[in-house]
């Protein structure tokens, strides 16, 4: 059992920056590919980015390469979201979520699909004004 809490949401103008962490419960976090998605008023929920078990590995949605970087701190049992350069289009609640898999790197098919991950964290609020 794994749980997640986000932290780090806001209000920011745009062209600004936000770090969002993601806090796990448990002593195996070390085994969990991470993600994070997003869902925005009246869209379906959206993969943003993804990271491996040791954090070796990393992938990103289009619309958010090079100005978002996913990174973990297994000491930590924290997952990072750094953003820059943030758009109101990234207006959305951001969740984190948890994929058991142990040693291993998923397929990026699998990373983007929100039903890969067992956990999920409660979300957290960032808003991009113009």
């Known amino acids: 059992q794994v749980q997640l809490v986000e932290s780090g949401g806001g209000l920011v103008q745009a062209g600004g920056s936000l770090r969002l962490s993601c806090a796990a419960s448990g002593r195996t976090f070390s085994s969990y590919a991470m993600g994070w998605f997003r869902q925005a008023p009246g869209k379906e929920r959206e993969f943003v980015a993804a990271i491996s078990w040791s954090g070796g590995s990393t992938y990103y949605t289009d619309s958010v390469k090079g100005r978002f970087s996913i990174s973990r701190d297994n000491a930590k049992n924290t997952v990072y979201l750094q953003m820059v350069s943030l758009k109101p289009e990234d207006t959305a609640v951001y969740y984190c979520?948890?994929?058991?898999?142990?040693?291993?790197?998923?397929?990026?098919?699998?990373?983007?699909?929100?039903?890969?991950?067992?956990?999920w964290g409660q979300g957290t609020q960032v808003t991009v004004s113009s």
């Open positions: 979520a948890a994929d058991y898999s142990p040693g291993t790197v998923r397929a990026n098919m699998r990373r983007i699909a929100a039903a890969a991950y067992e956990y």
